[in-house]
C-alpha cells in the first residue's frame, strides 16, 4: 500500500511564504542543498503523527500538493492511465533523492509520485 510521505507548497516569494509558516505554525525551514532552490519544511517532531514537506520557489498552484511514495513509478503511472487519471508531469530525476512524476486523478486533484532511488539524476 503507498502512504502519503510529503507536501509541496509553491511560492514566488519564499522567504515570505517560509517566515508566515513559521510565526503561524512554528514549522522549521532548511535550504535544500539539490540543484534547485528548495526548502525542507519540518512541521513537527517524528514522534507525533503528521508528514514533512517541501517550499519550491514557483509560481504558486493555489494548492498544496501531496506525494505519494511507490515502490515503481514506471507501474504506478501506468495503473493511472489505465483506471482514468493523467500525468501532468512526467517522471524526472531529482537528484540523489528518486524519481518524482504528478498527476491528476479522474475528479481533477492533483498528487505527485515518489520512487526512492539515491542514484537518480
Not at 33 to 57: A, Q, V
Amino acid at each position: 500500500m503507498s502512504r502519503i510521505v510529503h507536501f509541496d507548497i509553491e511560492s514566488n516569494n519564499p522567504e515570505k511564504t517560509a517566515d508566515f509558516y513559521s510565526k503561524v505554525f512554528g514549522w522549521k525551514f532548511e535550504k535544500w542543498g539539490g540543484p534547485m532552490e528548495y526548502w525542507m519544511i519540518s512541521t513537527g517532531p517524528k514522534d507525533k503523527p503528521g508528514i514533512n514537506g517541501g517550499l519550491s520557489k514557483g509560481e504558486p498552484l493555489g494548492k498544496v500538493v501531496n506525494t505519494i511514495d511507490v515502490d515503481s513509478l514506471d507501474e504506478m503511472i501506468k495503473k493511472i492511465e489505465a483506471n482514468g487519471g493523467k500525468i501532468t508531469r512526467p517522471k524526472g530525476p531529482i537528484t540523489g533523492i528518486g524519481w518524482y512524476a504528478a498527476f491528476q486523478g479522474p475528479d481533477g486533484n492533483s498528487f505527485g509520485l515518489m520512487q526512492e532511488d539515491p542514484n537518480a539524476k
